[in-house]
Structure formats: C-alpha cells, structure tokens
C-alpha cells in the first residue's frame, strides 16, 4: 500500500529505518520508543508521538513487521520471538549482576561500576555472558581488575568455565582517562557510542557525571537517550574512598602477575588496536571484536530496505 507523507515525516521513516536496521544487524526487534530513544544523528530531533506515526506508516506500506509491539523487517520475524525470551533471561542476568556489583564495590579503587553490553539492553541469552564496565581511581587499575577477576576464577564463573550466567571484566579504565573517544574503530562506530550511552551504573560515588561530560560525542550521536539511572533501592553503595591507598601500593604487584598470566589470544592481540588495549590507563580486552561487522551490516541493510538511506 501507498503511504503519503510530508517531508518531514519522510525524513522520521528514514531515520527510523536506519534505526530498525542497526537494531536488526545487532540482532535485535525494537520498538517504538526504541527507535526515537536511540535514533542516530538524527537531522532533526524528533518527537515520540512522531516517530510512532512514522512507524505506523511503514507497517501499513509494508517496509516494517510489527508483532506485539516490535518492529523488524519482512523475513526477520524470529527476532521478535528472540527478543521475548531475551528480555526474561535478562531479568535473571541482572539479579546476579547487582549481587557482583555489590561485592565489587569493596574493592578499594572502585569508583564506578556499570552493566554494558546486552544485558545494558535486556537482549540476552542463557549462555551470554554479563558483562561490567569499571571506572578505578588512578594508579590502581591493575589491581582493581585482579581483585574482580580472582573471585571469579576462583568461583569458576568466568566465561569458557560457567556455561550459563557467567561474569565477564573486560573494560577497565582510571578516572583520569574517561574520554573514550579514542577507542573508536574506523570509518565509524556507532556501536561504541551506544555502548556508552547504554551503560546502566550499579555502582557511582560522583564519577559517572564526570564519565558522561567527558564523552559528549557519544550522547550528541543520539539527542533523545539520556544517561540511564537504576532504582535508588537496586543502587550499591559506595565505599570510604580512603582505603585506595592500599591498592595503589599493590598495584604494580597487580600488574606484574596480571601480565605474566594473559592467555596468548590477549598477549597477540593487545594494542594492536582499539580492540585489546593494555596500558595504565585502560585495560581493554575484546578479543571478539564485532564492530565492523555490525557496522557493515547496518549499511548494507540500510541500502536493502531504504534505498537512498545511508551511514552519514
């Protein structure tokens, strides 16, 4: 069917194709207020109550699928059915995630704490792993991240040992280096920019304003998601900030077994790029690195279902 829209709303469709698309090459089904909340350098900001009715018009053109409450395009309608069971294991995932955060806040040097990745988006799966972004008081990182990952070890509940639920550290960075901005892959990374924007903060004694201003790339990129806040009752507290005296002493001790124990996939990879990055500053270590392809992906979806939509 043959839907007539103003100018305007052309341009809303557009973006909110090219919305469904990132969404689709992530593997996910959005809804409505998904696509206005994390629409990408939109040319105008637009409102809920348009962007809805730029959906609707695509449903009824036939460019969209929509099934209870969803959007995906025609042949992607296993997303859908995906992302239900996805958002009820995530329920599961962040139950364990606040128990961690809980713990993690003792550590001395722990100044903020975030779920990142899929569980920040409530698309999990039982065997994905839960993911934690940690921001560490300068000259402690290397032993912030021994203190996080020794438990899990000894627990055995680090990915590759647990087979559901397990606990991942993987981005560690001092709050002297919050600027992210150079860790961005080439020719764009959409994906890194959501990844901040998306971060849900279980732990934060101030710093997380601070993140946020040193990152203003990210939040520019999409105007209408605004820094996400938990219930103040599924916030950790924080600890007396005296203790990280210790961990600054201990923490070249830190660094020197945590460099004699990188497995070789970390050891090949590590500051080869954007990907494993190992310094004392930030510790970074996605070895599965799935930036470009996502953002292939999106383009080329974006050219399959809107024609003259495409990457700015």
Not at 93 to 113: D, I, L, Y
Request: proline residues 5%; positive net charge; charged residues 25%.
């Amino acid at each position: 069917m043959t839907v007539t829209l103003s100018q305007r709303q052309e341009a809303c469709a557009r973006h909110a194709v090219r919305t469904v698309a990132y969404f689709a090459a992530n593997g996910w089904a959005p809804t409505a207020v998904d696509v206005w909340r994390w629409m990408d350098s939109p040319a105008e900001v637009f409102t809920l109550g348009e962007v809805v009715e730029a959906m609707e018009a695509l449903k009824v053109s036939g460019r969209l699928v929509m099934n209870d409450g969803r959007f995906c395009f025609s042949g992607s309608e296993r997303l859908i059915e995906r992302d239900h069971r996805a958002f009820r294991d995530a329920r599961t995932k962040m139950k364990r995630a606040r128990r961690v955060a809980r713990w993690v806040s003792w550590v001395p040097g722990v100044r903020g704490t975030a779920i990142a990745n899929t569980l920040a988006w409530e698309h999990t799966r039982p065997e994905g792993d839960i993911d934690f972004f940690v921001i560490a008081r300068t000259g402690t990182l290397w032993f912030v991240r021994l203190c996080t990952i020794v438990p899990l070890i000894l627990l055995r509940a680090r990915p590759g040992i647990r087979r559901h639920h397990s606990i991942d550290f993987t981005f560690f960075v001092a709050d002297t280096h919050l600027d992210l901005s150079t860790l961005q892959s080439e020719p764009d990374d959409p994906y890194l920019a959501a990844w901040i924007v998306s971060l849900v903060w279980l732990v934060n004694d101030g710093v997380v304003a601070t993140f946020n201003k040193a990152n203003p790339w990210a939040f520019e990129r999409f105007p209408n998601a605004a820094p996400l806040t938990v219930a103040w009752y599924d916030r950790v507290r924080t600890r007396p900030w005296w203790r990280y005296s210790v961990a600054r002493w201990l923490n070249p001790i830190a660094r020197t077994i945590s460099m004699q124990r990188f497995p070789p996939a970390i050891r090949s990879a590590m500051n080869q790029s954007t990907a494993v990055v190992v310094n004392d500053d930030v510790l970074k270590f996605h070895v599965t690195d799935r930036r470009r392809e996502i953002f292939e992906t999106w383009v080329n979806l974006c050219k399959q279902h809107g024609g003259d939509i495409v990457t700015e």
